[in-house]
């Protein structure tokens, strides 16, 4: 039988130092509105599923789901901006 330790070697040349790294770090600070817009949302659903919903929790889910939307566009708009920057104009040389 043939052993497959040697080419572990290969498979894990680079060990994970278990750290997300500087570009992680940024990616995540800059999802972080999104994010935190989603757990608000998540924690008015869970307020509303032990009892029935009155008119007010419904615009408090209402208002969750719209401040998510509104943090997925902004987050869209900044990465759409920040490719813009990096492309050259159109009709230059580059």
Request: proline share 6%; no cysteine; aromatic share 2%.
């Amino acid at each position: 039988m043939k052993s497959i330790a040697a080419l572990q070697v290969v498979v894990t040349a680079l060990p994970f130092d278990g750290e997300p790294s500087d570009a992680e770090l940024d990616a995540i600070e800059q999802e972080m509105p999104l994010i935190l817009a989603e757990i608000d949302l998540l924690d008015v659903e869970i307020w509303t599923l032990d009892r029935p919903a009155t008119a007010l929790d419904e615009r408090r889910v209402r208002r969750a789901r719209h401040r998510v939307l509104d943090e997925r566009r902004n987050l869209t708009n900044r990465a759409t901006t920040a490719g813009l920057s990096d492309a050259p104009m159109p009709g230059t040389v580059a």
